[in-house]
């Protein structure tokens, strides 16, 4: 009988890449001689059982196949763990994977899950959930999670800057935001982000000076309330600075409280959760460990 292996797959069923998993196992057991652990799942949050029982059977590397979402639930059951992460980026978004130069190249991919460099990098933490990428409440969710694909082959950025305009919340909400304790916005706020890395889908970049590395949770809050302004403050997205929007407050911080008038629908990694009237978020240094293409780690190094 093969001897178990330490490196597992977790693998969202509906999610393609590359010639799939049947590629993905030939890839990985032409390099492993031993049984790998694997288990697919048919929806992202059916993952985190399955990657606490890879990592009873003692997994040191897991594969995560899929989209944010994936990533998503997978950090949070990692995060504090030894157990290195490998991202294969199979979803509708690979914002992480993006961001860290995982491209969307099945060899090319599972190369950087084997033999690329191990980098320990942040994580949020949001009502008591990890989050990879950024996380938010109001307009957020519409700008990330709701932008029209076919506009997208089409028109790029701009794509996103009409379904951000199409979807315009009606109302700002009175919101209070306390960073590392003390009063940094209070006023009505149309959207509330925070986020881990820079770039988010379409290729915008909400925080251009974030990085995941930095020991820091960037915060944004947005202040628009018409459709005038929206395309303002996405056009500078877009094509520019965020904070250099009139609309556009940014800062960082180490923990972050947030308190809204009325109950207000939340995301993390483009996932909804429930309303609520209050977010807490905090940075989580070092919360998980990935393995990254070698230029990216030399690159981040020769930055610091």
Known sequence: MAKKSDVAVIAHQRKVLGGGLDELRKLL?????????????????????????????????????????????????????????????????????TNLG??????????????GKKKKLDLGRINGEHFAVMAGAGFDGHLIAEADRGAKDQMGKLAYVWTGLRHIQDDPSPTKIKVDGNTWFE???SCVLFGNVSTITGGIHAFDDAKPDDGWIEVGVATSQNAIEWARTLGRMAFGRSDSSPFVQITRAKRVEVTFAEPTLYELDGGDREMTRKL???????????????EKEEDSATAG
């Open 29 to 97: 057991t032409d390099e492993i001689s031993d049984e790998l652990i694997w288990y697919e799942v048919p929806k992202s949050k059916k993952s985190p059982k399955m990657i606490r029982k890879a990592l009873k059977k003692g997994a040191k590397t897991i594969f995560v196949w899929g989209g944010d979402g994936m990533v998503q639930r997978a950090v949070d059951t990692l995060a504090g763990t030894d157990t290195t992460m490998a991202i294969l980026p199979a979803g509708t978004a690979n914002l992480f994977a």
């Open 102 to 115: 995982i491209p969307e190249d099945l060899p090319e991919a599972v190369r950087i899950g084997l033999h």
């Open 187 to 189: 006023g009505e706020a």
């Open 280 to 294: 807490k978020v905090t940075v989580v240094p070092g919360g998980v460990t990935v393995r990254v293409p070698k």
